[in-house]
């Protein structure tokens, strides 16, 4: 392990005038599900007193009886990396309430280290939901209400209220909402905090009737994950989190395909939801039938728009800024090597990308957007300044009050081509890919690691690299991976890329791969299976230059535990590959950026099992330097396709059926 001194921090990074002082603010932003209820009824061997099962027509529930033991969770065992409570999150609660009553009924709070303030709650009383929450200062109340006379009908609902920064949306069974205003507080300690269960840690304003579950999820609106809009769009639910309706209408339910639900009389006509199929079943007599399937399937591809560039693109990167919306950058490297290259934020309403910021770049070849805690940053390489290979590629992070990224550090390159940014056991990491230095294509790939006290990424570890292009971190069970693709000694492209295994703090050398000038590592999982797919762009082997090189994909045998070549595609100059998702398939399409001639076509592959990857489709779009799939909050799906010859890239739209 390598790590530089103060004294290289120094010499070779620049933040100190770009950079706060200040620590941190360590904001809950992870979408992992927490199971609030089941953690506070873990933390009792057995059922606490006052607590009862019930199960009825197939939901099993917790009744809660008005002297019911306090049930509850210390905040630091659910938010255990973070300092401060959410300004987005979500709570989903399935209830039952048996006995109207008129007073408070907490059926969840957090309250502070004072054991008295009520941070955030949320109670019933009579036909009202209250969101409660403090304001600027702990004496400060806010509350927002929602009246629904269902409430107090007997019957299951389930309710997700959605918090995000100054909205408040309760979502009921599914069916309807409501928005309201509220302003969440910025900063909410949660030291010494502790949730409580169907209560408010006194005797009175205790809820009594029956909870099915009660879950959190940070940093996400899950409405549009767990509620389908139609029959027709996709349903994907979130995991382990169910839908109840009233008895009065049709019951719903998403499960995942290990769960057993059995059909009955006193479940006839619900519908169930299975997310690996895809389908909508609705119990009838004693058997489940298919109605209707959900999962959106890829139709065909159509031109969507142009992305207007200052000059042909190398790379594009699409990302979410939280609380802004959806942004692409877009490398550009034209006659002007230090030519700035531009970022682009999506339009809802025109369905458009339109020129948001430019930033100063030199030939740049890739952007990586990565998130430190609360902070989100973008990583610009730069390969070269005028014809020397050593550059200063940059760091950028964005600044919520301008609205912009605006330089966070500089750090010293030699025709970077990649960045890569992944995390192992809470420590943040940033790789790049150096092409080539002053001495040739020989030339040492760094890991870096994020110093929390500097704010500053420092050197950790040196890898000796050949002429790489590319760095994909990927992780399988326990063990966390750097796959490299060295493309040319300065001789030759036929090379040995490089997998990488992490062990005892270091990357090790795990396994060599045979490759002809590659350009890209794409990893990625299917059906439970891990495959790498690298990119090859060229041949110049004595008895065979040229351009028109299989690419190729391994999956990882576990009982050899190695990668092992499962196909070879047919590409001609592939600068990348791209993997995603329409549904429940997968499809994988290549980059060809060949130099023979400008009349290239893109293929799409849809896997297909024992087939593997099968051509489904062809688009004409010209030579392209990179794909980049992804899905607005309406659930469109889009590809872009970086133009390697001219400033014009194209927007296509994948229209699903």
Known sequence: ???????????????????????????????????????????????????????EGGITGYRFDPEARLLGVNADVIMTSCNFFPREFSLVVTFRREIPRSENEYLMTLVGQDRHTVLVGLRLQRNSLNFDSVGRSLGERRNVRYEDTRFNDGEWHTVVVAVAGSKVKFTIDCMTSSTSDLIFPRRMSTRGARIH?????????RFTGMLRQLKFIAGSDVTRHLCPTSLHTSYPGWFGVQVYTSKKATTKAVVDDDVTMTCTSDNKGQLLYRKQDGDVTMCQGDKWMTIASTQPKLDYVIEHGSLLTKSKTLDVEVFEVAGEGMFLAAANQGRDRNMASTIYKWEGDTKRFVAYQDIATETARHFEFFTIESEQFLAVANHEVGNSPTAVSAIYRWNHKRRRFVPHQFIRTFAARNWESFQIDGKFYLVVANYAGDNGQKETSWVYIWNPDHRAFIKYQALQTIGAYDVEHFQIGADHYLAVANSFNGVKTKLDSVIYRWRHSNFVPFQYIETFGATDWEYFVISGRHFLAVANYYDNSPDRVTYVINSFVFEFQEEINQFVKIQ???????????????????????????????????????????????????????????????RTSQGEYYLVSANVISRTSAIMRVLTY
């Open 1 to 55: 392990m390598i790590v530089t001194s103060l004294i290289w921090i120094v010499t070779w990074i620049t933040i100190a005038t770009m950079t706060s002082s200040k620590p941190l603010q360590r904001l809950c932003t992870g979408t992992d599900v927490v199971d609030m209820l089941a953690l506070s009824l873990s933390e009792h061997p057995d059922l606490p007193t006052g607590v009862e099962i019930i199960k």
């Open 197 to 205: 269960i169907a209560s408010r840690r006194k005797k009175r304003g």
């Open 568 to 630: 070879e595609l047919p590409t001609q100059g592939a600068r990348d590959i791209e993997v995603f998702e329409v549904g429940s398939d997968s499809f994988l399409v290549s980059a060809s950026a060949s130099d023979e001639h400008r009349n290239l076509k893109s293929v799409i592959y849809r896997w297909q099992g024992m087939e593997h990857f099968v051509p489904v489709h062809t688009v004409p779009i010209g030579p392209c330097a990179d794909w980049e799939a992804f």
